[in-house]
């Protein structure tokens, strides 16, 4: 296995500093994170897409100084993708760690984000680490890592796009104390889009409108409402410059269907907002 073929893990790091990721608490979430991160439980969030999961979890890690190794999950992923491999170097083999066995050995937040996406043997290698042992096993290399107390798993999943195929087992979501995160309230989410993009918060308080009629659609036209993040987007947009309804076409519109039926009627729906 080549270290380009490892590189399609998606994963990365981000820098311990001074810069805290803004991040507008909903709930309790900000105390529930830093009360497993002390008593070492792993952590499981759940919510629809765009709705600050990735960037919840980023704003934690700075808030508590901790290195975050990030990994995008996907169908290919695997067991050996997270913990390491062998690797051809020159005319040896040698050992590299995966973002896992990286955050084991040294400390900080494993976010494995969309965990239901990767491949069953996965969840298996987690299983050590979420209970009292934390303990990661290393077949190849007959180690047996134990977490040091600055470690946390955090993993993360949109629960409205899985099936009976794509879910987490009953046994490996009870190794996690789990958040349910959504969208925001209205005034809430009207203060993270300005605060994002820099437009006023009147512009934004009638896009924040027009995201919960388009949310009102879900399950019906649309199979996802609109996120925060494309509510962000849009705003951008329009503070850059572009037109309003150009902006909403090309981040809300196009975004959620290519059903030209559907497309148009949300379009209605913009112009029936902005005018």
Same mark, same amino acid.
């Given at each position: 296995?080549?270290?380009?073929?490892?590189?399609?893990?998606?994963?990365?790091?981000?820098?311990?500093?001074?810069?805290?990721?803004?991040?507008?608490?909903?709930?309790?979430?900000?105390?529930?994170?830093?009360?497993?991160?002390?008593?070492?439980?792993?952590?499981?969030?759940?919510?629809?897409?765009?709705?600050?999961?990735?960037?919840?979890?980023?704003?934690?890690?700075?808030?508590?100084?901790?290195?975050?190794?990030?990994?995008?999950?996907?169908?290919?992923?695997?067991?050996?993708?997270?913990?390491?491999?062998?690797?051809?170097?020159?005319?040896?083999?040698?050992?590299?760690?995966? @973002? *896992? +066995?990286?955050?084991? &050995?040294?400390?900080?937040?494993?976010?494995?984000? $969309?965990?239901? %996406? #990767?491949?069953? /043997?996965?969840?298996?290698?987690?299983? @050590? *680490? +979420?209970?009292?042992? &934390?303990?990661?096993?290393?077949?190849?290399?007959? $180690?047996?890592? %134990? #977490?040091?107390? /600055?470690?946390?798993?955090?993993?993360?999943?949109?629960?409205?796009?899985?099936?009976?195929?794509?879910?987490?087992?009953?046994?490996?979501?009870?190794?996690?104390?789990?958040?349910?995160?959504?969208?925001?309230?209205?005034?809430?989410?009207?203060?993270?889009?300005?605060?994002?993009?820099?437009?006023?918060?009147?512009?934004?308080?009638?896009?924040?409108?027009?995201?919960?009629?388009?949310?009102?659609?879900?399950?019906?036209?649309?199979?996802?409402?609109?996120?925060?993040?494309?509510?962000?987007?849009?705003?951008?947009?329009?503070?850059?410059?572009?037109?309003?309804?150009?902006?909403?076409?090309?981040?809300?519109?196009?975004?959620?269907?290519?059903?030209?039926?559907?497309?148009?009627?949300?379009?209605?729906?913009?112009?029936?907002?902005?005018?």
């Amino acid at each position: 296995m080549t270290q380009a073929t490892l590189s399609r893990c998606a994963l990365h790091q981000d820098p311990v500093g001074d810069d805290i990721p803004f991040y507008q608490p909903t709930g309790q979430e900000v105390a529930l994170f830093e009360h497993a991160y002390r008593q070492r439980l792993p952590l499981l969030l759940k919510g629809p897409t765009g709705c600050g999961k990735t960037r919840f979890v980023r704003h934690m890690a700075a808030r508590l100084g901790l290195p975050l190794h990030t990994v995008a999950c996907h169908d290919d992923l695997t067991a050996s993708d997270l913990t390491g491999r062998y690797l051809l170097k020159g005319g040896d083999t040698a050992w590299s760690d995966g @973002p *896992l +066995t990286r955050a084991v &050995r040294e400390g900080g937040i494993c976010y494995l984000d $969309e965990v239901v %996406e #990767a491949r069953k /043997d996965v969840t298996v290698v987690l299983h @050590p *680490l +979420t209970d009292d042992r &934390r303990l990661l096993p290393l077949e190849r290399t007959g $180690e047996r890592l %134990e #977490a040091p107390d /600055d470690f946390m798993l955090v993993v993360s999943y949109n629960p409205g796009y899985q099936h009976i195929l794509k879910t987490l087992k009953p046994s490996t979501r009870q190794r996690f104390v789990a958040i349910s995160l959504d969208f925001p309230d209205a005034d809430t989410e009207v203060d993270i889009v300005a605060h994002e993009s820099g437009l006023s918060r009147g512009r934004c308080e009638a896009l924040v409108n027009l995201a919960a009629r388009l949310r009102a659609m879900k399950g019906q036209d649309l199979e996802e409402g609109v996120s925060t993040r494309l509510l962000i987007y849009c705003a951008s947009l329009i503070q850059a410059g572009m037109p309003v309804l150009d902006a909403a076409r090309a981040a809300l519109l196009e975004p959620l269907s290519d059903d030209p039926d559907v497309l148009k009627g949300i379009e209605d729906v913009v112009t029936a907002t902005f005018g």
